[in-house]
């Protein structure tokens, strides 16, 4: 089975692992190879991130990891000048740091960040590959080694947080959703240690969470979220309050709402 060898190949090179939901692995190390920047897209926790980890130790390619953020600007990313022992000196954000010595430059969630975050980017992804530093006035050309890659929420967009088109054109996209539910029942008793049955019924339940999600929840239920409740279970938590700490309470504030969650947990797993 194509997850299954996956899985042992990821163990013996200590590569993080990662189960592939189609040819997303096949994808992302072509757009590597040609110097393609690549935008993912997908739900909160299904897996974008520890997709980014596992290929790039695949690569065998350092990870610049960025958290996006409302606060986070261009100059987070270049660098600045600061102040070291009574001197200005220039120190490189991740982005440079990642455009001058090779390797992945991951910004995850980059609609959260400010709008001038963008057109930094934007250089380095067209022929032309440079990123501008203004400050120093360098004009870094990136290695061949150097990736862009950007991850967001289509369903957090709004007009407010949206990739604009014409930035959303510069990468190629690769859409994730959450795995089948035999495949994220696997990955849960992977990672949770919770026997496959057990597993199961939380998959199960978070199947009828996510079919809330627009109505009642902004948000459904991740793989993340499953595997924690999992892990609470696997510990000896009870059930119930396993559930809803691992899975409802993370997902509103709303009284009512957390009841109904409740009711339809208990009509699933009992």
Not at 30 to 43: C, E, F, N, S, T
Not at 64 to 91: P, S
Not at 99 to 107: P, S
Request: aromatic share 6%; glycine share 8%; charged share 25%.
């Amino acid at each position: 089975m194509k997850s299954a060898l996956h899985a042992i190949d990821a163990e013996k090179r200590d590569i993080p692992a990662y189960v592939p939901s189609g040819r997303e692995c096949a994808l992302f190390e072509q757009a590597w190879r040609h110097r393609l920047p690549v935008l993912l897209k997908g739900p909160t926790g299904c897996g974008k991130t520890r997709f980014v980890a596992h290929m790039a130790a695949r690569l065998e390619l350092p990870l610049h990891t960025v958290a996006c953020h409302d606060d986070l600007t261009a100059a987070d990313l270049t660098g600045r000048y600061l102040l070291k022992g009574g001197d200005t000196v220039w120190t490189d954000g991740p982005l440079t740091r990642a455009v001058r010595e090779g390797g992945i430059c991951y910004l995850d969630e980059v609609v959260e960040a400010r709008k001038d975050v963008t057109v930094v980017l934007h250089p380095l992804t067209d022929d032309r590959r440079i990123l501008p530093l203004e400050r120093t006035g360098e004009e870094l050309i990136a290695p061949p080694g150097f990736m862009l890659v950007v991850s967001y929420n289509p369903g957090y967009q709004n007009l407010l947080k949206a990739l604009k088109p014409s930035t959303r054109q510069r990468f190629v996209a690769i859409e994730f959703d959450f795995l089948p539910p035999e495949q994220e029942t696997a990955v849960v008793a992977a990672e949770s240690g919770l026997a496959p049955d057990r597993a199961r019924a939380l998959v199960d339940l978070a199947g009828r969470l996510r079919a809330l999600r627009g109505h009642d929840l902004e948000e459904g239920v991740s793989t993340r979220l499953i595997v924690y409740c999992a892990t609470l279970i696997g510990a000896g938590v009870p059930l119930e309050d396993a559930v809803l700490a691992g899975m409802i309470e993370p997902l509103t504030d709303d009284a009512d709402v957390k009841l109904a969650l409740i009711e339809v947990a208990r009509s699933v797993i009992g």
